[in-house]
C-alpha cells in the first residue's frame, strides 16, 4: 500500500482489514461521507477544477476541502481501485428538485460508482451530500435499501434506464437515474452552473448543510440553524462546521 492510500485512510480514519468485500466498501463508503463534505465553493467563487488524481488528492485529502459528485467519485474510485475493487464510473441525470417535465438536457448531471463484487453489482456513491445511501445498494430491480429511517429502491425501464428512488412522505421521489452505457464521452462532466455557495456532510447522528450564509444542524429530529452576518463569521462556520478551511 502505498503512502498517499496510508493517508487517504488516515484521514477518514478507517481501521480494519483491506481484504475486498461488501462490508469492507461500505464500512469505506460511510467513514469517506462522514469525513469529506460535499462543497460547491470552487465553482461558486469561480476557481479552476481540475478532475486529475493528484490535483483532487491534493485538494481533499492535504487541504481538507471537499467536492462535488464528480471530484468526490473520481477519488472515491481510485482509492477503492487501489484497494483491488472493480469499479466503473457512470454519469446519471440527478432528478432531485427538478419537476418530471423538466428537458434532460436542463437535468444536472452526476456521476456515481457501480462496483462488481461476486458478479453482482453494487451503487457506491460518495457525491449526493445531502439523504442518500451510506451503503451500497444493488442493483437489483425492484430491491429496497433500508438505511434507519431512510428508504430508497431501484426500479428500470426502458425510457429512463436505472432509477433509484428515495421514500418521502409516503411517496416515491427518483433521486437519480443512469443507463448502463452512461460512461461515454458524451457524458462529459457538466458543472452545476449554480452561483450559490453550498456544502453539505453526513455526520454519524445527522447532517450538517449551507446554503450562502445558513448553517443547518440536523441530529436525530432536531433542526438547529445558524445564520452568519459577515466574511469571518462564515469562515468560521465553513470550518467549524465542514473543517474547511479556504485561507
Not at 485529502?61 to 472515491?76: A, K, M
Not at 450562502?212 to 441530529?219: G, T
Amino acid at each position: 500500500m502505498n503512502s498517499q492510500i496510508k493517508q487517504y485512510l488516515r484521514l477518514i480514519q478507517f481501521q480494519g482489514s483491506l481484504e475486498p468485500s461488501i462490508k469492507l466498501l461500505g464500512q469505506l463508503q460511510t467513514k469517506h461521507l462522514h469525513t469529506i463534505p460535499y462543497e460547491n465553493l470552487d465553482v461558486a467563487l469561480k476557481h479552476d477544477i481540475s478532475f486529475a488524481i493528484p490535483d483532487l488528492f491534493q485538494k481533499m485529502i492535504i487541504q481538507l476541502r471537499g467536492g462535488n459528485c464528480f471530484e468526490l467519485n473520481i477519488l472515491f474510485s481510485w482509492l477503492l481501485r487501489e484497494l483491488g475493487f472493480s469499479v466503473t464510473n457512470r454519469y446519471a441525470q440527478f432528478w432531485r428538485n427538478n419537476e418530471a417535465d423538466t428537458p434532460v438536457e436542463d437535468v444536472p448531471m452526476h456521476q456515481l460508482l457501480l462496483v462488481n463484487f461476486n458478479g453482482q453489482s453494487y451503487i457506491s456513491d460518495v457525491g449526493v451530500g445531502a439523504l442518500a445511501p451510506c451503503k451500497p445498494v444493488p442493483l437489483i430491480a425492484g430491491h429496497q435499501h433500508r438505511e434507519g429511517n431512510e428508504l430508497y429502491k431501484i426500479e428500470r425501464d426502458e425510457a429512463n434506464g436505472w432509477m433509484l428512488y428515495e421514500l418521502t412522505k409516503n411517496n416515491w421521489r427518483l433521486l437519480y437515474s443512469f443507463f448502463d452505457d452512461a460512461n461515454d464521452a458524451k457524458f462529459a462532466p457538466r458543472l452545476s452552473k449554480q452561483k450559490n455557495k453550498i456544502a453539505m456532510i453526513r455526520t454519524p447522528r445527522g447532517r450538517h448543510t449551507m446554503l450562502n450564509n445558513e448553517f443547518r444542524i440536523y441530529e436525530g429530529y432536531s433542526l438547529t440553524t445558524y445564520t452568519t452576518h459577515n466574511e469571518k463569521e462564515w469562515r468560521q462556520a465553513l470550518h467549524r462546521f465542514f473543517h474547511i478551511s479556504l485561507d
